[in-house]
């Protein structure tokens, strides 16, 4: 490999680039604006406003959303599910599961399920 390229590899890495420019097309491709240069200035605005504490993060999904997912997961009405399961939806929502610490046999409930989204898609704007 060219020193260049990995180099860029190394600034895309350090810089968390990827992961970036995922979460802003997927937030298109949910919402869909009309003018999606200007809707992609408002949510950095908004990524630059949560860094400063000084409002919210964008979100993917709103609880409603996650709400529905859970829903899903949960075909038996059981009211919780499987570490599986919540490590599934959080992989199909580009999500990190590196540092969750579940027991296999642990139940997942819809609280719990809803907290733990809201703390990955957070850390996932930390780039």
Not at 36 to 41: A, K, T
Not at 94 to 100: A, M, P, V
Not at 101 to 114: A, G
């Amino acid at each position: 490999m060219a020193a260049g390229e990995e180099q860029s590899r190394e600034y895309l890495r350090r810089h968390r680039l990827p992961e970036l420019l995922h979460r802003l097309g997927a937030l298109l491709l949910f919402h869909r604006p009309e003018r999606p240069r200007e809707f992609l200035i408002q949510v950095l605005e908004r990524v630059k406003a949560g860094r400063r504490a000084e409002g919210e993060y964008p979100f993917l999904m709103d609880e409603a959303n996650v709400e529905a997912m859970f829903s899903l997961l949960d075909v038996l009405g059981q009211g919780h599910i499987r570490p599986a399961q919540y490590r599934e939806a959080l992989k199909t929502l580009g999500l990190s599961t590196e540092d969750l610490e579940l027991e296999d046999d642990e139940n997942i409930t819809l609280d719990v399920f809803k907290e733990g989204m809201k703390k990955k898609m957070l850390e996932s704007w930390s780039v």
